[in-house]
């Protein structure tokens, strides 16, 4: 299949060209536009970004402790960061939504934004390969400052809660989707937080996976703090 000029374009920003054009195209669908969404690369690109992003700190502040590293890595993956990156490329502008989404203000919502990114990365791992995949986040990541002064900025609940656990010598929590209401262009979605050492589930919503995540973060984090040291 030909790609249209704007992706053209596009692949020209990422330095990366697509050896299989469909899976471009699908990272930037909308499940409001098909059925053949972006979901499923946005998760896998998830996992890879966060690997990457790993592999970079790891080389660049190589005196950190760990607990330093993870919280410089969830500012630099965190929404806010993969929408400044979207607005760089001009992802809006190539984004495939439905009309519904479309007229509510869907190429500007933060979560599509974040998540496309992230497709984008899943994308080019399902492409080229794990190294094709890590070369473009560090392509991405390449005008942003990576300092050691980042650990200090403040913690989102999902870091918190995993350093809270470690500390304790337990595992990492478990995030569940429970459920999935409303029209594709404005879902809300029901997330479950499991602390399996403690058997304890905390539930949260939001308009995306990863704020509903944040959100059965902190209310397992409320818990915690008031009833254990």
Not at 139 to 167: C, I, Y
Not at 202 to 218: C, F, L, N, T, V
């Amino acid at each position: 299949m030909a790609l249209s000029p704007a992706l053209l374009a596009l692949q020209r920003k990422l330095g990366h060209t697509f050896r299989q054009p469909a899976l471009f195209e699908q990272a930037l669908t909308h499940r409001s536009f098909s059925a053949d969404h972006n979901e499923r690369l946005e998760f896998l690109g998830d996992s890879v970004l966060n690997l990457a992003v790993s592999h970079l700190l790891y080389g660049q502040l190589s005196r950190l402790p760990e607990g330093d590293l993870s919280r410089i890595r969830a500012n630099l993956v965190k929404q806010d960061t993969l929408v400044m990156l979207a607005n760089e490329l001009g992802l809006s502008a190539v984004l495939r939504l439905g009309e519904g989404e479309l007229k509510t203000g869907g190429r500007q919502r933060p979560s599509i934004l974040a998540d496309a990114v992230e497709a984008v990365i899943g994308a080019v791992y399902l492409d080229a390969g794990y190294d094709a995949a890590a070369t473009l986040v560090r392509h991405l990541f390449r005008d942003v400052k990576v300092n050691a002064q980042m650990s200090a900025m403040g913690k989102d609940p999902k870091t918190e809660l995993q350093e809270w656990l470690q500390g304790r010598k337990m595992n990492l929590p478990q995030y569940t989707v429970t459920q999935t209401t409303g029209a594709a262009h404005q879902q809300t979605f029901e997330v479950a937080c499991l602390v399996a050492e403690l058997n304890r589930t905390e539930h949260g919503s939001g308009s995306s996976r990863r704020i509903a995540e944040q959100a059965a973060a902190a209310a397992m984090l409320a818990h915690l703090k008031t009833t254990r040291k």
